[in-house]
């Protein structure tokens, strides 16, 4: 915002809304799961919303994203809806899987989300597919695959970074490095620095604030310009931080992690808080904010109706989509 | 080569049959259905100008072109994700293997990812992409380099798996597998590449599932998949010189497999041996020994008998290696014991 170009308020409170209501679902999730209403667990996406949001602002509906273990906030981002999310999670047929896949492994190709993946790190490869089958079909699009700093473990990346390096495909890899892999800190588990594994292989890489939405858009969109162009692949590191646990289970956790650091990150960096304040310092009065959030939590609360009320898939369905 | 000309049911002379090697069927299968449809590319090492170490693609890049024939680096978890990414967004490629022992390496992506997208999707994505890679001992080749491990990825459910024995079955079943809407695994035994046998000139496809007889017998059946066909074809020769009728049924696919047709045969005969490159303890042929078993208890006048290699690591040298793998001699061995003929 150099140049101070006109603040356009209805599409960054679009963005804030996006933002608030994948805060909302992680909430409902949460809630879901304390109350014993949802089978298995679930790995809130809540504190990180601005990266799910700034990238897929960027993206166009047909763009593709992988996700990952912790994806509830990019598959809302890329545009899927909270009723069929949350019967997703709770295993009925209305979900966006028929209740096969449950919350880790949720899928909508109208949105071009190829789904989450529950292997760390499991789809590099599937996004840097994506991108080869985007460069021989001459479409135009681009495949984004978001990863935590856990995945920069895993040997898959390398080799096809590598490749879509030497092949100049269009695909972008967004880390979200909040802080933690499960219950390990990343100073126990990644030597050197992120970006210069990047520059290793001689991608392009951008390191952004993953709190600040409108700087993890722009630079999305800058790296999003790149790829269409055909230069080639890039790099996202977004610093950020996950405000619950590894997963909803993950309560007392303060022997990885102090309660001063979660209380520090959610009273000064939350991201909603830091656009919300951005918004009203615009001119955005507060009563229009506080509108859209009732809105968003009806909606939410809506959903999680339904998806309660849901009828579960036939058990004969076990059976079916083994082979297409 | 050592091994004897095979007899198989579908060695008619008619027009437009040539005398193909397993390898030149292969290269023919890819390269008429990447003529016919456009979305199909081969990924993987040495691919291209190389036409891989054993030159079964070769000539393909020169019609085709490196952007269809992608040489890759030595990365096989990386092409096998890339195969996966590319055929869940419309293109159907072939990810190139080069040896079947490094299918280790890509177990992530493909039981992982390949077997359970469709179904963990509900049914929305798919994976129509195939790999192609080896197996079969017997080339002084080592540990690392010589193992059948077929079974492994029989075991996935969501995985189609050939193991084609003859030039035309390689053609039909590498066919099938580069239409087909999921992921197949298709494993080559190296030492069949320069076999020769009739292939038409026509389109034809062999339907995975479909087992073949492929020598009608009496007697006892001799189950056999890839390799292990030529073994017990001759096996069968030799045990008709001493009266015992022998019926060979490749299964041509582990997964799915043709149960009816095994359980038919053993019906038939009431004896059957299971005969297999891959490591016999829990491997391939304890399922289908399994199967028959059970479908044609009633009928058999004998133990389901298995063979297959010996459960060591394949050595190098060819006085040790030579012992791993069923021979027809053990085969003849077994045959007679199983008809009470020694």
Redesign the interface.
């Known amino acids: 915002m150099a140049e101070n170009p006109p603040v356009d308020t209805e599409q960054w409170l679009h963005v804030y809304e996006q933002m608030y209501k994948i805060r909302a679902f992680e909430n409902a999730t949460n809630e879901l799961y304390l109350g014993a209403k949802m089978p298995g667990l679930a790995h809130l996406y809540s504190g990180e919303e601005a990266v799910a949001v700034g990238v897929c602002e960027a993206l166009n509906r047909d763009d593709y994203i992988t996700s990952t273990h912790r994806g509830h906030g990019h598959c809302l981002a890329k545009g899927a809806a909270v009723d069929r999310m949350f019967a997703e999670l709770l295993g009925k047929e209305a979900g966006y899987c028929r209740g096969k896949g449950g919350s880790m492994h949720i899928a909508d190709q109208e949105t071009g989300n190829l789904g989450a993946n529950a292997i760390v790190g499991g789809s590099a490869g599937i996004a840097t597919g994506a991108a080869l089958s985007i460069k021989m079909r001459k479409s135009g699009q681009v495949a984004v695959c978001f990863f935590g700093d856990g995945a920069l473990g895993q040997g898959l990346f390398y080799e096809v970074a590598n490749m879509a390096a030497l092949w100049k495909l269009p695909v972008i890899y967004v880390v979200e490095h909040n802080l933690y892999g499960e219950y390990t800190h990343h100073t126990e588990t990644a030597a050197g620095d992120v970006l210069t594994r990047a520059a290793g292989f001689g991608l392009h890489a951008v390191e952004v604030d993953g709190q600040d939405v409108k700087a993890v858009m722009a630079a999305t969109a800058e790296l999003v310009a790149r790829a269409r162009r055909g230069d080639g692949p890039s790099v996202l590191l977004c610093h950020t931080y996950r405000f619950h646990g590894h997963h909803v289970g993950d309560i007392n956790r303060a022997y990885y992690r102090s309660p001063e650091e979660e209380a520090e990150w959610k009273a000064e960096r939350d991201p909603l808080s830091l656009l919300a304040d951005w918004l009203t310092e615009n001119n955005v009065e507060q009563q229009v904010i506080d509108q859209l959030e009732a809105t968003v939590t009806g909606d939410v609360q809506a959903a999680v109706d339904f998806a309660l009320n849901a009828p579960y898939p036939s058990p004969d369905e076990v059976t079916s989509h083994v082979f297409a | 080569m050592s091994s004897p000309n095979p007899t198989i049911s579908h060695s008619v002379a008619a027009p437009g049959v040539r005398q193909l090697t397993f390898g030149q069927a292969i290269n023919e299968a890819i390269a008429e259905e990447m003529r016919r449809d456009p ?1 199909i ?1 081969v990924v993987g090492e040495d691919v291209a100008e190389a036409g891989t170490p054993f030159k079964v693609l070769l000539g393909l890049v020169d019609e085709f072109g490196p ?1 269809r024939i992608i040489d ?2 030595i ?1 096989e ?15 159907r ?1 072939i990810v190139d293997i080069m040896f079947g022992d490094f299918t280790t390496l890509v177990m ?2 493909m039981v ?2 390949a077997a359970k ?12 992409m195939v790999l192609r890679t080896t197996m079969g001992a017997s080339r002084r080749s080592a540990a690392q380099h010589s193992q059948s491990l077929h079974a492994w990825l029989s075991h996935v ?2 995985l ?1 798996v050939a193991i084609p024995a003859t030039p035309y079955d390689a053609k039909g079943l590498m066919k099938a597998a580069i239409r087909d ?2 992921p197949v695994v298709i494993y080559e035994d190296k030492l069949s590449y320069p076999i020769k046998g009739p292939v038409p000139e026509e389109d034809y496809i062999i339907p995975l599932g479909v087992a073949e007889v492929k020598r009608t017998g009496e007697d006892i059946t001799l189950v056999a998949t890839s390799s292990m066909v030529y073994v017990a074809l001759s096996a069968a020769e030799k045990l008709a010189e001493i009266g015992i009728s022998a019926e060979v049924v490749d299964p041509r696919t582990t997964a799915p497999l043709d149960a009816e047709t095994l359980i038919a045969s053993a019906k038939k005969t009431s004896r059957v041996i299971v005969i297999d490159e891959g490591y016999q303890e829990y491997g391939v042929t304890g399922e289908m020994a399994s199967v028959i078993a059970d479908g044609a208890f009633y009928w058999l006048d004998a133990p389901v008998k298995r063979m297959g290699a010996m459960h060591v690591p394949i050595p190098f040298s060819p006085a040790l290696e030579d012992r791993t793998i069923p021979t027809a001699e053990q085969v003849v061995e077994m045959a007679k014991m199983l008809c009470g003929r020694n």
């Open positions: 979305l590319f952007e890759s680096p990365s978890a990386g092409i096998a994700g890339i195969g996966v990414g590319a055929a869940m967004t419309g293109m490629p992530d992506q992982n990812q997208i469709h179904y963990m999707s509900g049914g929305k994505l798919k994976v129509p459910p969501g189609k809407e999921n």
